[in-house]
């Protein structure tokens, strides 16, 4: 059998076949903590933790976590942004045997609840934010959950700032601020049975260590939804997060273990984010510094002064970097690598970023299921505009015909990506039907993207089998947002899909025709939809339309046939559009 196109030019410089080094997660942080106990492993608003103390806390967390009943397999919901929090109760849930659900604070609590109620989960971590908290207390009370772990941020901040609100206005992160300010009322916000960060770790760290199985034991649920929008469990092992690092770590070279700095700014319980901006920089004994929110300002401000080595980011967020207004007044040239995924990189963004700042910066491909990176573009190596690029070390991926599975080899041929590798998640928690229609039974995972492999064995992604929309990295599923809008009365039919946008990638586009005398305009829909769905999933823009929506024969609806239409509709001459099509559609287009 002859080696696949992508393997005959694979860089010289890294082993495919190398041996990929797993364990139990939680090693990370103590092995790190052994070799470099005085290296800041976090900083956060200024304030520094070395890994020794990131270390001790963990242990600690890990007693306290098994003090409330934390045993091997129990579920703990981490709701948490980024901060050493995230850090503490991530490894601590893992050493005390439990497993972490990962979730996105921003989660309505319509949102949070079938998750929490999916997954299992008997103890909620998370912030008390405001509107976080309610969404939190009234998922919680929708499934029964009555154990949670306060985590106020006034214990983290540097106590040159103290607890005012003049001083956290310094810190520059509004939603921040806000919380500060009314932190007093909020104190109380959760269930009376919930105990606060500081009491979950005044112990003395003595956890009762767990035996682990890393092939085996599930270290972490990610949730992901497939087309009809009831999120799964993706099940990720402790081998699979492990092989994934070690993967990263002998694909990114760039990386000086012990020196190096990663800014994080995608929020860890994005999987990419936790693998390589989390994960891979504490394998490596880096400085991870946190940011709460992906605040541009604060971001190239930090770059500046904070001089950081590697970055994480999608691809917005690097257009973003470059459009703003300031840039010239910043030095960034401390990157000397940054990551781009969550969809297709603009070939002018990574242009002109790495003119600016003289870094690598690399497309990578990946997906929970996957834990998450699959390929990435070399680094130093062949990049062509557009590709994902290689495999990574380990990771054998092919294009199959979905129709039958049978793997297309032929260059330029489109095919839909499986891979298969030790990162491959064990399956979908309770859920096997959807496992069985996911792996193949030669343990290859159907990752539902469509894609090219041109003579040189570079990927190309081409299409999307789900009807999956990418908005600024984050996935929205057009089964959940159209459910939610066809909550309102007025509304008789709807289509959701995904249309291209500069600042975006894609713009959450909703198509709706209204029932026969009701009236409902974009402002009205917004605020029906306010608390039912997170804000990057809310339409951004809204077609109402007078004639009925296309259908097959069955009276299913068409979203590729609405996506024609509505790009014939673009290419008509605004004056014959208007003259033929009288009063056709009220168009609404949100910032």
């Known amino acids: 059998m002859s080696d696949p196109l992508w393997k005959k030019n694979y860089p010289v410089d890294i082993d495919?076949?190398?041996?990929?080094?797993?364990?139990?997660?939680?090693?990370?942080i103590d092995e790190a903590a052994e070799k470099y106990p005085n290296r800041p492993a976090i900083k956060f608003f200024g304030r520094q933790w070395t890994?020794?103390?990131?270390?001790?806390?963990?242990?600690?967390?890990?007693?306290?976590?098994?003090?409330?009943?934390?045993?091997?397999?129990?579920?703990?919901?981490?709701?948490?942004?980024?901060?050493?929090?995230?850090?503490?109760?991530?490894?601590?849930?893992?050493?005390?045997?439990?497993?972490?659900?990962?979730?996105?604070?921003?989660?309505?609590?319509?949102?949070?609840?079938?998750?929490?109620?999916?997954?299992?989960?008997?103890?909620?971590?998370?912030f008390p934010k405001p509107n976080i908290a309610k969404n939190v207390k009234k998922a919680a009370k929708n499934v029964g959950i009555k154990k949670f772990v306060n985590c106020p941020?006034?214990?983290?901040?540097?106590?040159?700032?103290?607890?005012?609100?003049?001083?956290?206005?310094?810190?520059?992160?509004?939603?921040?601020?806000?919380?500060?300010?009314?932190?007093?009322?909020?104190?109380n916000i959760f269930a009376k049975n919930k105990i606060s960060f500081n009491k979950l770790v005044s112990n003395n760290g003595k956890y009762k260590p767990v035996e682990i199985n890393p092939e085996e034991d599930i270290a972490l649920?990610?949730?992901?939804?497939?087309?009809?929008?009831?999120?799964?469990?993706?099940?990720?092992?402790?081998?699979?997060?492990?092989?994934?690092?070690?993967?990263?770590?002998?694909?990114?070279?760039?990386?000086?273990?012990?020196?190096?700095?990663?800014?994080?700014?995608?929020?860890?319980?994005?999987?990419?984010?936790?693998?390589?901006?989390?994960?891979?920089s504490i394998k490596n004994g880096m400085e991870i510094i946190a940011h709460p929110e992906p605040i541009i300002e604060n971001i190239v401000k930090s770059i500046d002064e904070d001089k950081p080595t590697h970055m994480i980011g999608i691809p917005q967020l690097y257009s973003k970097v470059m459009g703003y207004e300031e840039l010239n007044s910043y030095n960034l040239n401390s990157l000397k690598f940054c990551l781009s995924g969550g969809g297709p990189l603009a070939p002018a963004t990574k242009e002109n970023f790495e003119k600016i700042t003289g870094c690598d910066l690399v497309e990578g491909y990946g997906l929970s299921e996957a834990s998450p990176v699959v390929t990435c573009t070399p680094i130093g190596g062949l990049s062509k505009a557009g590709s994902i690029g290689l495999p990574m070390p380990g990771t054998d991926v092919q294009l199959r015909d979905p129709a039958n599975g049978n793997?297309?080899?032929?260059?330029?041929?489109?095919?839909?990506?499986?891979?298969?590798?030790?990162?491959?998640?064990?399956?979908?928690?309770?859920?096997?039907?959807?496992?069985?229609?996911t792996m193949y039974s030669d343990n290859y995972l159907r990752t539902g993207d469509v894609a090219t492999m041109d003579e040189d064995g570079y990927f190309f992604i081409v299409d999307r089998i789900k009807?999956?929309?990418?908005?600024?990295?984050?996935?929205?599923?057009?089964?959940?947002v159209e459910k939610a809008i066809y909550g309102h009365n007025a509304v008789e039919e709807c289509i959701v899909l995904g249309l291209p946008d500069e600042k975006r990638g894609e713009r959450v586009t909703a198509f709706i025709k209204l029932k026969?005398?009701?009236?409902?305009?974009?402002?009205?829909?917004?605020?029906?939809?306010?608390?039912?769905?997170?804000?990057?999933k809310m339409p951004k823009q809204v077609e109402f339309e007078t004639e009925p929506l296309p259908t097959n024969a069955t009276g299913k609806h068409l979203p590729k046939e609405m996506r024609r239409i509505y790009d014939?509709?673009?290419?008509?001459?605004?004056?014959?559009?208007?003259?033929?099509?009288?009063q056709k559609r009220l168009r609404h287009f949100r910032a």
């Not at 609100?165 to 007093?184: E, M, N, T």
């Not at 990610?222 to 990263?248: C, D, I, P, W, Y």
């Not at 009807?467 to 959940?480: C, D, H, K, Q, T």
């Not at 673009?570 to 099509?581: F, M």
């Open 221 to 280: 649920f990610q949730f992901t939804s497939g087309t009809t929008g009831r999120a799964k469990a993706v099940m990720l092992t402790h081998e699979n997060l492990t092989a994934n690092v070690s993967q990263s770590n002998a694909w990114f070279k760039t990386v000086e273990p012990g020196k190096d700095k990663m800014l994080a700014v995608i929020p860890f319980f994005h999987v990419l984010a936790m693998t390589v901006g989390m994960n891979l």
């Open 51 to 126: 890994y020794q103390e990131i270390k001790e806390l963990t242990d600690k967390a890990a007693k306290g976590f098994q003090d409330m009943g934390v045993k091997k397999g129990t579920k703990v919901a981490l709701i948490l942004p980024n901060s050493p929090y995230y850090l503490v109760n991530y490894f601590g849930i893992l050493k005390a045997g439990g497993t972490v659900v990962n979730m996105n604070p921003l989660y309505s609590a319509d949102e949070m609840t079938p998750i929490l109620e999916d997954s299992e989960a008997e103890i909620i971590v998370s």
């Open 467 to 480: 009807n999956l929309i990418i908005s600024r990295g984050n996935n929205v599923y057009p089964a959940e």
């Open 153 to 187: 941020m006034t214990s983290m901040v540097p106590s040159s700032y103290g607890k005012s609100l003049k001083g956290i206005q310094k810190l520059g992160f509004p939603v921040l601020r806000f919380y500060f300010k009314h932190v007093d009322r909020l104190i």
């Open 516 to 536: 026969d005398g009701k009236e409902l305009t974009e402002e009205g829909l917004t605020k029906f939809l306010n608390g039912k769905l997170a804000p990057y």
């Open 407 to 437: 793997e297309i080899k032929d260059a330029n041929k489109r095919g839909e990506i499986c891979v298969k590798g030790r990162q491959v998640m064990k399956g979908y928690f309770n859920n096997k039907a959807a496992t069985d229609e």
């Open 16 to 28: 495919w076949n190398q041996d990929i080094e797993t364990g139990a997660l939680f090693d990370l």
């Open 568 to 582: 014939e509709r673009q290419k008509e001459p605004k004056a014959a559009a208007n003259q033929n099509k009288p």
